[in-house]
């Protein structure tokens, strides 16, 4: 893309740089949320017993 004024060229430079950041954000939001989808760490014996302490 070819800006026709320098002022354009700033903002075409200024929406590259946003977008990487913005889909840096996603990619390591999406990264995160996998993890902790299957991740196997989770303690079980620490949810076990909550309905109890609830009730």
């Known amino acids: 893309m070819d800006a ?11 929406y590259d740089h946003s977008m990487i950041v ?12 996998l993890d ?4 196997k760490k989770l303690n079980l014996g620490l949810i076990e017993n909550h309905f109890i302490e609830f009730v």
């Open 36 to 39: 902790v989808k299957f991740s």
């Open 22 to 33: 913005i889909i840096s954000i996603l990619a390591f939001l999406v990264f995160f949320l």
């Open 4 to 14: 026709n004024s320098p002022v354009m060229e700033q903002l075409l430079i200024f």
